[in-house]
């Protein structure tokens, strides 16, 4: 009988054990993966207050994850490493079977890619690029980097090229005049160039893509997701979640906050149509 109530409690203690486990398992937060456009610091400014609001409204508790490059976030997003994103690179070809499903997109218009010069330069087109030096911000970028690098190669204009990490890396190097152009998105050169005084020119500019979207890995139960979209989607209307946005764009010195809608991933063909037709490596690890 001893032996028997022995035996009775073992199994007890590890039922209790592995309660414990799951229940520690359930609770660890959800990695939420951004894009890098700008500096890790930036970057955690503006999203964690995002981040924050969005846990405590749908009850998921969301963790920010940056890669430190471009190309690391391609790879993580091909691998499914992250259970949420706001990025594009689940669109590229080599990363669609991740199975990253969109649910949420910001409001706006769609956007577009760059090739910038200083508005004093002597440079006047593109043909004027030929074996000048250009700045972009990583071989991972879309509009920084895969649609300007594609029209100047479909044009047979050979440039050297320079990666600074960031969306506003490329730009700095830019202002600096290391380089005599930029590859850029449209949208984050325009904040740049008025949080930074810089006065620039335009030299080409791209068809317009609806660029990030929110999305969720498939093994991302589905009334998770559902709770973290309705989130996302009522934060512009909720006070303290508008506050936590106003507080978001303050960092980068936005016109206006994000304001998150719903959206499908058929919005975001041109993009996938893009990445299958490109002349551009694209370079994953």
Same mark, same amino acid.
């Given at each position: 009988m001893a032996k028997r =109530? #022995? !035996?009775t409690a073992s199994v007890i203690m590890l039922l209790l054990v592995a309660l414990g486990t799951k229940g520690r !398992?359930?609770?660890?937060p959800l990695l939420f993966g951004v894009i890098i456009w700008r500096s890790p610091t930036l970057t955690a400014q503006f999203w964690n207050p995002i981040l924050r609001h969005v846990s405590e409204k749908? =009850?998921?508790s969301l963790q920010l994850k940056v890669a430190p490059t471009g190309p690391e976030h391609t790879a993580m997003v091909r691998r499914g490493e992250l259970h949420f994103l706001y990025s594009n690179h689940n669109f590229i070809k080599d990363n669609e079977e991740s199975g990253y499903r969109v649910f949420a997109r910001p409001k706006g218009d769609a956007q577009s890619g760059e090739i910038v010069v200083l508005k004093d330069s002597p440079i006047k087109t593109l043909a004027d690029l030929e074996g000048k030096e250009m700045a972009f911000p990583h071989t991972a970028a879309f509009l920084g980097y895969h649609l300007p690098m594609d029209a100047l190669l479909r044009k047979g204009i050979k440039i050297t090229g320079? #990666? !600074?990490g960031t969306q506003e890396g490329a730009m700095t190097q830019l202002k600096a005049g290391r380089v005599v152009a930029a590859g850029v998105n449209a949208e984050v050169m325009? !904040? #740049?160039a008025q949080r930074e005084n810089i006065a620039y020119r335009v030299l080409w500019s791209s068809d317009k893509f609806l660029n990030l979207a929110l999305s969720a890995h498939p093994s991302v139960p589905a009334d998770t997701v559902k709770a973290v979209r309705k989130a996302f989607l009522q934060m512009a209307d909720d006070p303290e979640g508008a506050k936590a946005l106003a507080a978001s764009a303050e960092v980068l010195k936005q016109g206006s906050p994000l304001v998150f809608i719903a959206a499908r991933d058929s919005e975001f063909e041109n993009m996938r149509r893009f990445y299958r037709n490109t002349v551009v490596k694209v370079e994953l690890q």
């Open positions: =109530g #022995f !035996a !398992a359930e609770n660890q749908s =009850g998921v320079h #990666f !600074a325009r !904040a #740049f």
